[in-house]
């Protein structure tokens, strides 16, 4: 609907750019399953909740959709476009 509505967007994560999003920006989910998978074997081994550390990922991914920018009218800096995870053409 976005892209109809020529607005641009940047929620977070990879699902929203694929339809039209211009851009996202999300935890990368590898490590996100990683921390899930660490907090979830403490949890079995038995450690009480309150012990079990509060972590954050620390790597994020960048998504593009230069469909969507060209649509739009916009030009991406070509720094913004390498630094980028996932380009969408």
């Not at 999003?21 to 998978?37: P, S």
């Not at 081994?45 to 959709?65: E, H, S, W, Y």
Request: proline share 9%.
């Amino acid at each position: 609907r976005l892209p109809r509505l020529r607005l641009p967007s940047a929620p977070q994560g990879r699902f929203y750019v694929d339809p039209g999003g211009l851009m996202a920006i999300g935890a990368n989910t590898a490590e996100v399953y990683r921390l899930l998978a660490f907090c979830l074997t403490q949890a079995l081994k038995g450690t009480a909740p309150r012990d079990i550390p509060v972590m954050q990922p620390t790597q994020f991914d960048l998504f593009l959709n230069l469909a969507t920018a060209k649509a739009l009218g916009l030009s991406l800096p070509a720094s913004l476009v390498q630094r980028a995870d996932e380009v969408i053409e």
